[in-house]
């Protein structure tokens, strides 16, 4: 039987968020209408843009000194650029010429960016299990933020980035959360 989310490790949960961003760019994907394509692009920004804020400030704070800094600092980026193309996609629609590709580019920088997540040994998430980190720990705080970041978001919070120019580097250098985040620690 499947585990329920609230009995998921850290993991586990931002797997099971990976397989639901997949399912919805594939019916994204699948689908030629425009206020379907529209409902499926709004829910995949908002999905991403909670996945990330309990990566960013739960998850890879927890993995820094512990996994390969390449890795977390690439998850960083990675985030950022894809947080760049959600703004985007939310201030766009399906009229737009370019609304589908930007849908559509996004999918596959989240596919590449999963793939380096969950590499089976030299992945992030992997490399998180060897260090012995608290998965359970880990779950607790990021279903507590995540009902918190979904608030948010779903109020038109944008996404935003840290790594790029202008940005609060030190803040992804230092894995502390920024903004709303910020009052968590």
Same mark, same amino acid.
């Given at each position: ?40 692009? *709004? ?21 820094r000194g512990r996994v390969e800094d390449d890795l977390v600092n690439e998850a960083y980026v990675e985030h950022d650029s894809a947080k ?26 989240? *596919?590449?960016?999963?793939?380096? *997540? ?41 996404? *935003? ?25």
């Open positions: 039987m499947a585990q329920s989310y609230e009995e998921m490790d850290a993991i586990a949960m931002l797997k099971a968020d990976h397989r639901k961003v997949e399912e919805l760019f594939a019916k994204f994907e699948e689908t030629n209408g425009k206020a379907t394509k529209q409902r499926l692009a *709004e829910q995949i920004c908002l999905e991403l843009k909670v996945h990330t804020a309990i990566e960013e400030e739960i998850f890879y704070p927890a993995c760049l193309l959600i703004n985007e996609i939310e201030a766009g629609g399906p009229e737009e010429d370019f609304y589908d590709a930007k849908v559509k580019v996004l999918s596959e920088m989240i *596919e590449h960016h999963v793939e380096e *997540e969950e590499k089976r040994s030299e992945g992030m998430f992997s490399q998180a299990r060897a260090a012995g980190l608290d998965m359970d720990l880990l779950a607790d705080q990021m279903r507590a933020r995540k009902a918190t970041a979904m608030e948010e978001f779903q109020a038109g919070k944008p996404a *935003e980035t840290r790594t790029l120019e202008g940005d609060d580097v030190e803040s992804a250098l230092a894995d502390q959360p920024f903004g709303d985040g910020a009052s968590l620690r």
